[in-house]
């Protein structure tokens, strides 16, 4: 089992900057890659970012050269920076864990979510 809070959302204008934290605790030894996913009402949860346990990422192309995930193993955190933010940031943020369950499987861990919303 592995629990995923997410914290740092808020309301900000379009332009500002944001920092997301996701803590991971319980089974955390099997966690493989972690990424933030993104909500928005009638769409569906797409991608944001992902990072692999050896600090590989990737992006959406919607946030390139605006968002930076990072990671820290030791702290067990998840981070993502977000700079010059627009209105389409806007959505709830889900952390996301990788949980390998053996050789060719996996389980999805998702946080609770935390709302960003972006003013113009």
């Known amino acids: 089992q592995v629990q995923l809070v997410e914290s740092g959302g808020g309301l900000v204008q379009a332009g500002g900057s944001l920092t997301l934290s996701c803590v991971a605790s319980?089974?955390?030894?099997?966690?493989?890659?972690m990424a933030w996913y993104r909500q928005t009402p009638g769409k569906q949860r797409e991608l944001v970012a992902t990072?692999?346990?050896?600090?590989?990422?990737k992006y959406a192309d919607s946030v390139k050269g605006r968002f930076t995930v990072s990671r820290d193993n030791a702290k067990n955190t998840v981070n993502l920076q977000m700079n010059t933010l627009k209105p389409d940031d806007t959505g709830v943020y889900y952390c996301?864990?990788?949980?390998?369950?053996?050789?060719?499987?996996?389980?999805?861990?998702w946080g609770q979510g935390t709302h960003v919303t972006v003013s113009s």
């Open positions: 996301h864990a990788e949980w390998v369950l053996g050789p060719l499987s996996t389980y999805d861990y």
């Open positions: 319980g089974s955390i030894s099997r966690i493989n890659d």
């Open positions: 990072i692999s346990k050896e600090g590989n990422t």
